[in-house]
């Protein structure tokens, strides 16, 4: 399978204090990948790195087969990205949502226009694209945050605690847009704070202490530890942390 995230002996250290302390992972193509840990594990810090956002203090990363500290730029138009705190600029129409995201990420103005009513009409939202995306129900506005993250076919979306604050139901509808995005080939890094969600992923990483405590899929970490479910292995894992920041 091919790598499109691949990281060595990673460490972000702000002054004395290290951040993300040396970790080692990859993800596939295609893949499904969980990136877990209580708040201070450093999960988001890793994440920063990852999409060109923050330069490491050590070791090295690729993704989408660029440097992450000399080829950030590249990196950025590459990957898609969606955070818990709504990443649309509500006072603009969904129309004008996707044709400014589009814009960002390279797209010529015909492909947006020729893609546009298929994402639109996948969603469910033809007759809203002219609507303030602050107008439409938060379970829409979370699939329509997805589907602009995706817009423009990047190899790698993350996803930063995407579902957060949202009721079961949109949850669900929101995983199976993960499902699919998988299912085309898009790589999904996500990170969340409900153990039922890291079940559906292909691989789980936990990261205690600016470490990855645990790695593998759901299955081999429930037998690995004894548990009946990720709740329990998290658990497990987040006891030993000693730090309440990073």
Sequence with gaps: MERVIEVEHLEKKFGNFTAVDHISFHVERGEIFGFLGANGAGKTTAMRMLCGLSKPTSGTGRVVGFDIARESEKIKRGIGYMSQKFSLYENLTVRENIRLYGGIYGMRRSEIRDKMDRV???????????????????????????????????????????????????????WEL?????????????????????????????????????????????????????????????????RKEG
Excluded: W
């Design 178 to 242: 993960i499902y699919q995005a998988a299912a085309d080939g898009i790589t999904v890094f996500v990170t969340t704070h409900y153990m039922d969600e890291a079940e559906y992923c292909d691989r789980v990483s936990i990261m205690v202490d600016g470490r990855i405590e645990a790695l593998g899929t759901p299955a081999a970490l429930k037998q690995q530890y004894g548990v009946p479910g990720m709740q329990e292995v998290f658990y497990l894992l987040a006891r030993r942390a000693q």
């Design 120 to 174: 639109l009409g996948d969603l469910g939202l033809l007759e809203e694209r002219n609507t303030q995306v602050r107008l439409l129900p938060q379970g829409v506005k979370q699939r329509l945050a997805f589907s602009v993250a995706a817009f423009h076919e990047p190899q790698v979306v993350f996803l930063d605690e995407p579902t957060g604050g949202v009721d079961p139901a949109v949850r669900r509808m929101f």
